[in-house]
């Protein structure tokens, strides 16, 4: 699987930013989707996942309310849409997918500059 984020940008506070993810080499619908970021000195984290424990979505607690995930199967790509950024949103973000039912990642793709300034 290939994974090609786009999107990312310079944005002031309380502006909005859509990343982009489109795969290829397997059925986009059987992978489930995720979007991290990892940010200066910081760890990386799980910002959003399509398909989490029990189905759910997932979101992060800092970014609840303000980014939403979602996917156009026919266009094998999925989103992130993120609104009300902050300058603590600013990272490097990496959209991953995986194709079994468990909550790891396998394929990942290279990541997209979002800077957030104040």
């Known amino acids: 699987v290939q994974l090609q984020a786009s999107g990312g940008g ?5 502006g909005s930013l859509r990343l982009s993810c489109k795969a290829s080499g397997r059925s986009f619908s059987s992978l489930r989707m995720g979007w991290f970021r990892q940010a200066p ?3 990386r984290e799980l910002v959003a996942a399509d398909v989490w424990i029990g189905g759910s979505t997932y979101y992060a607690d800092s970014v609840k309310g303000r980014f939403t995930i979602s996917r156009d199967n026919a266009k094998n790509t999925a989103y992130l849409q993120m609104n009300g950024l902050k300058p603590e949103d600013t990272a490097i973000y990496y959209c991953a997918a995986d194709d079994t039912d468990g909550l790891a990642f396998e394929y990942w793709g290279r990541g997209t500059q979002v800077t957030v300034s104040s």
């Not at 310079?10 to 309380?14: E, F, I, M, S, Y």
């Open 41 to 43: 000195g910081k760890e």
């Open 10 to 14: 310079l944005v002031q506070a309380g």
